[in-house]
């Protein structure tokens, strides 16, 4: 018989709560399919700080478009480290405002 139980027996998914049958074929593309969204995720990410390194480089002779640059980078509330979180904002795209939200990174 099928018996319904967790996804993500951890708990610390967000989708945790989410309940399927364990020993269903779904259950293991449900599970397949979550892994693989996470790392994709963690893959933009990591492209993300590629690609502003690669920026910072470009920009560093010259103080001006450096300085255009680093006002555009999403930072912490403490403006120490640079946010990486991807996720839309509602401050019409404006970078400037998404200083304050905290990252997961």
Do not use: W
């Not at 999403?74 to 304050?100: A, C, F, I, M, W």
């Amino acid at each position: 018989t099928l018996q319904p139980g967790p996804v993500f027996p951890s708990g610390n998914s967000e989708h945790s709560d989410l309940t399927v049958l364990q020993n269903h074929i779904c259950s293991k593309i449900l599970s397949f399919s979550t892994f693989a969204n996470h790392y994709f995720s963690c893959l933009l990410q990591i492209c993300y700080a590629i690609n502003l390194g690669k920026e910072i480089i470009a920009v560093q002779k010259d103080p001006e478009a450096l300085a255009q640059l680093m006002l555009s980078i999403p930072l912490t509330n403490d403006g120490k480290y640079v946010l990486l979180n991807d996720q839309p904002d509602d401050n019409d795209g404006n970078p400037s405002e998404h200083r304050g939200a905290e990252s997961e990174a």
